[in-house]
T-cell receptor
Framework: GAVVSQHPSRVICKSGTSVKIECRSL??????MFWYRQFPKKSLMLMAT?????????EQGVEKDKFLINHASLTLSTLTVTSAHPEDSSFYIC?????????????FGPGTRLLVL | KNQVEQSPQSLIILEGKNCTLQ??????????LRWYKQDTGRGPVSLTI?????NTKSNGRYTATLDADTKQSSLHITASQLSDSASYIC?????????????FGKGTTLSVSS
């Protein structure tokens, strides 16, 4: 149980285009989903907290107009990287918290590798 | 400042050998400590979770220890296998008035060779 999927697993796009990444909790409902970014050999960095039916909460330094987050249902959150640039190339990981769990209980997705040319 | 420091940064061992990874933290107020295994190009997978009152927790060949007094944790891997090659991340939860925050270590990259 507690499986989180991400789609796509990897994407290559041209600079200036927008890319959407989906995060789904497959066998549980999640009121809260988290989006992380990870650079090579670095730790995960929290970008934003996504709550179903409300606006996402962004961490300091993360541009909300650059990284659009939508949490339309209890099993789906999407991250859209708008007008992507090469410096946005990174590994993006989502996690989901079951309805009964707090922020501490997070199940991570497999990640999405984004390469912006 | 809440911080989680892991050592060593990387480690290479022969298959079948044991190894121990370290995690030191300065997190307050402490809630729990988790060890995750992250394979290359994959998301982290939880190995163990320990609260303040727990000293040790095992999951197969993985054994985690916690010393809340010295704020240190270790992850011991017994009889290593090639599939143990991964990054091991120590994550400490801090639960305060503003809510719960997860503080991630930078991880230890383990390479198991035959």
């Amino acid at each position: 149980g507690a499986v989180v999927s991400q789609h796509p697993s990897r994407v290559i796009c041209k600079s200036g285009t927008s890319v959407k990444i989906e995060c789904r909790s497959l066998d549980f409902q999640a009121t809260t989903m988290f989006w992380y970014r990870q650079f090579p050999k670095k730790s995960l960095m929290l970008m934003a907290t996504s709550n179903e039916g409300s606006k996402a909460t962004y961490e300091q330094g993360v541009e909300k107009d650059k990284f659009l987050i939508n949490h339309a249902s209890l099993t789906l959150s999407t991250l859209t990287v708008t007008s992507a640039h090469p410096e946005d190339s990174s590994f993006y990981i989502c996690s989901a918290t079951p309805l009964a769990g707090g922020r501490e209980t997070q199940y991570f997705g497999p990640g999405t590798r984004l390469l912006v040319l | 400042k809440n911080q989680v420091e892991q050592s060593p940064q990387s480690l290479i061992i022969l298959e079948g050998k044991n190894c121990t990874l370290q995690c030191n933290y300065t997190v307050s107020p402490f809630s729990n400590l988790r060890w995750y295994k992250q394979d290359t190009g994959r998301g982290p997978v939880s190995l163990t979770i320990m609260t303040f009152s727990e000293n040790t927790k095992s999951n197969g060949r993985y054994t985690a220890t916690l010393d809340a007094d010295t704020k240190q944790s270790s992850l011991h891997i017994t009889a290593s296998q090639l599939s143990d090659s991964a990054s091991y991340i120590c994550v400490v939860s801090a639960r305060g008035q503003a809510g719960t925050a997860l503080i991630f270590g930078k991880g230890t990259t383990l390479s198991v060779s035959s």
